[in-house]
C-alpha cells in the first residue's frame, strides 16, 4: 500500500501564489506517472497537470503558464506551484500515483482563491 499525503493548501487573494505538496510513502517500489487533480463544488474532477517519472509534463489549458508540476524521485514528492491564482482555480486539489500499475490518491488539500 502507499499513501499520498497532500499539503499547500490554503485561502489566497486573486493574482497570488501557493505551492502544493504530495508525499507518498508506505510500501513504494516504483512510483511512475503523478498527477494533481481539482475537483470544484458541482463539478467532476478534472486533470491540472501530470508528470512522468523521467519529467516529462503535460498541462491541462486552463493553467498553462500559470501553474508547473515538478517532483523529487528520491523523496517520492510531487509539487504543483500555482502562480496568478484566479477565484475560479477554488477547488480541493489532489494527487494520484502509479506504482507497479496501481492507481492511488490522496485525500486533497483545499485551494480558495478570493476575488
Known amino acids: 500500500q502507499v499513501q499520498l499525503v497532500e499539503s499547500g493548501g490554503g485561502l489566497v487573494q486573486a493574482g497570488g501564489s501557493l505551492r502544493l505538496s504530495c508525499a507518498a510513502s508506505g510500501s513504494i517500489v516504483r512510483i511512475s506517472d503523478m498527477g494533481w487533480y481539482r475537483q470544484a463544488p458541482g463539478k467532476q474532477r478534472e486533470l491540472v497537470a501530470f508528470i512522468t517519472r523521467g519529467s516529462s509534463t503535460n498541462y491541462a489549458d486552463f493553467v498553462k503558464g500559470r501553474f508547473t508540476i515538478s517532483r523529487d524521485n528520491a523523496k517520492n514528492r510531487v509539487y504543483l506551484q500555482m502562480n496568478r491564482l484566479k477565484p475560479e482555480d477554488s477547488a480541493v486539489y489532489s494527487c494520484?500515483?502509479?506504482?507497479?500499475?496501481?492507481?492511488?490518491w490522496g485525500q486533497g488539500t483545499q485551494v480558495t482563491v478570493s476575488s
Open positions: 494520484k500515483a502509479y506504482d507497479l500499475g496501481i492507481e492511488y
